[in-house]
């Protein structure tokens, strides 16, 4: 094969290269069920608002959006932030500011964070986002929304909710949520669940909404329905080896994607009496595919 790819074809420097995004367009269609599902989770709008609405602190650096003079612990991460209420202020524009005014969950001491924004403009707004946080409200509608559910998890990029360790798991095989916690500021989610008939429980990561932060809502790695019926003529063997995420040389690119997931990119190379297809993913690993069937690879 590296004979072929170097002696039959000339000019492969100009094969145009296909970004991971253009693979998502290439196999776009119309949105799926999972696409839609948690669609209508939203952080409420700022004019929604009131006393007692509760933000999970992800991460310490939080401390430096408040102002100076207030008390702080010295670690609020893990802890709750209350909602008080808004302030309008002067700001030195002269256009107006409005703060923001929490409470640590079980103190009374205030904290105080500033958005250079006048208040009538914020409740405007359809979102709010308060840095190093997760809003509690959207932890409980997809909590609310997915808990006790079966669903087919499709990424085996799990973590051991006993003690956070990154474990490889299977893909496309049903699992349960047991429940759903906040997560970190780029993860807002954890999605907590159980193998079907087994009690260990482990978590993956998810987001939600349609911001450009959303890079890993439930579609990327869930199905409602089991994949394996969409596949009858992939054989047990075969899709034994696509829930390990594995792959043997004589699989089809459908069968590789069911194991691997869509590559990063992927290009095409014209040669003599056949076509090459070469996949590129993470780490160095790679998929080469002639007329469809894989025929080399490293992983």
Known sequence: MAALLNSCFTGIESTPRISAGDVRKRDAAVLTPEQKYLTDVKPMTP???????????TDDKISIIFQPGDKIDDSL???DLVFQRFEEVPSV????????IFT?????????????????ELQKRERLEVPFTVERSVVEK???AMRANTYYISTPKWFNADNDKAVVGKRHIPITVTHVEPGTYIYPLRVYFRQDGTPQEYWIPMTVGDDRAATRNFHTVFNFDNPRKRYPQITDETWTLITDSRVKIGMTRDECRLALGAPNSYRTIPV???TVEQWNFDDGMYLIFEDGILTRYRI
Request: proline share 4%; net charge neutral; aromatic share 12%.
């Open 47 to 57: 004019g929604s608002w009131t006393a007692g609405k509760r933000f999970y602190v």
């Open 77 to 79: 991460s893990g802890h």
């Open 93 to 100: 524009t002269g256009g107006g500011a409005t703060v923001l």
């Open 104 to 120: 640590e969950d079980g103190k009374s001491d205030l904290l105080h964070y500033r958005v250079n924004v006048p208040l009538p």
């Open 142 to 144: 997809v909590d609310s």
């Open 272 to 274: 003599y009496n056949a």
